[in-house]
């Protein structure tokens, strides 16, 4: 029963097709997110959704699409792959980040990752 | 979110504590302290986190200097399945946005026998 889940684990696909990865966490958590990791191993979010929410958006290419169809899952769509999307993506979630009473020192767990190649 | 400083690599024996530093000597008064691990091939892992005192779990204890501007996670007896990459995170408590954590490159921890 893992608590972040990822699907695929590894993912090899061609340049211009378009994939999705799925994220489901089982913690009953408001917040989740997607990170990147590249061949360099730095790690770097990308999105972030609170209840269904986008709440972070970095600089990312719109070809990259969350969708959060509820609070516990996090799907990231990702068209016309190129190259350089090649990299770990992780998801990750936590309970709310924000709300009444301040700041709740909230923890972020990760899924395993999916190793996404683009060849 | 305050930047942190931490060495790039470090060796440990097997059943001696491995002692890993961090500075953070922007740190304002409402950023936590995270530390993070990441084996290799393996999403990252929460450890401890802290904000003034200093804090101890199943894994690891957080030493947090008086000033803040500096702390050191202990594995007191570490094991091989502790080598992996530390990350030393600093995260700000802002309320009413949004959250996240700031990866830097980390500490290579390699236990060795």
């Known amino acids: 029963d893992t608590a972040v889940s990822q699907t695929p684990k590894y993912l090899v696909t061609q340049m211009g097709n378009d994939k999705s990865i799925k994220c489901e966490q089982n913690?009953?958590?408001?917040?989740m997110y997607w990170y990147k990791q590249d061949s360099k191993k730095f790690l770097k979010i990308m999105f972030s959704?609170?209840?269904?929410?986008?709440?972070i958006n970095e600089t990312v290419p719109n070809r990259f699409s969350p969708k959060s169809p509820d609070k516990a899952h996090l799907n990231l769509h990702i068209n016309s792959l190129e190259l350089g999307d090649s990299a770990v993506y992780f998801c990750?979630?936590?309970?709310?980040?924000?709300?009444?009473?301040?700041?709740?020192?909230?923890?972020?767990?990760f899924g395993e990752g999916s190793w996404l190649t683009v060849v | 979110d305050a930047k942190t400083t931490q060495p790039p690599s470090m060796d440990c024996a097997e059943g001696r504590a491995a002692n890993l530093p961090c500075n953070h000597s922007?740190?304002?008064?409402?950023?936590?302290v995270y530390w993070y691990r990441q084996i290799h091939s393996q999403g990252p892992q929460y450890i401890i986190h802290?904000?003034?005192n200093n804090e101890t779990n199943e894994m690891a204890s957080l030493i947090i200097t008086e000033d803040r501007k500096s702390s050191t996670l202990i594995l007191p007896h570490a094991t091989l399945r502790d080598t992996a990459v530390y990350y030393c995170?600093?995260?700000?408590?802002?309320?009413?946005?949004?959250?996240?954590?700031?990866f830097g490159t980390g500490t290579r921890l390699q236990v060795t026998l």
């Open positions: 990750a979630s936590s309970r709310a980040s924000y709300g009444g009473g301040g700041f709740r020192g909230n923890t972020i767990y």
């Open positions: 913690l009953g958590h408001d917040t």
């Open positions: 959704y609170n209840n269904k929410e986008l709440i």
């Open positions: 922007t740190i304002s008064g409402n950023e936590y």
């Open positions: 802290g904000l003034k």
């Open positions: 995170i600093v995260r700000a408590s802002n309320t009413g946005t949004a959250s996240k954590l700031t």
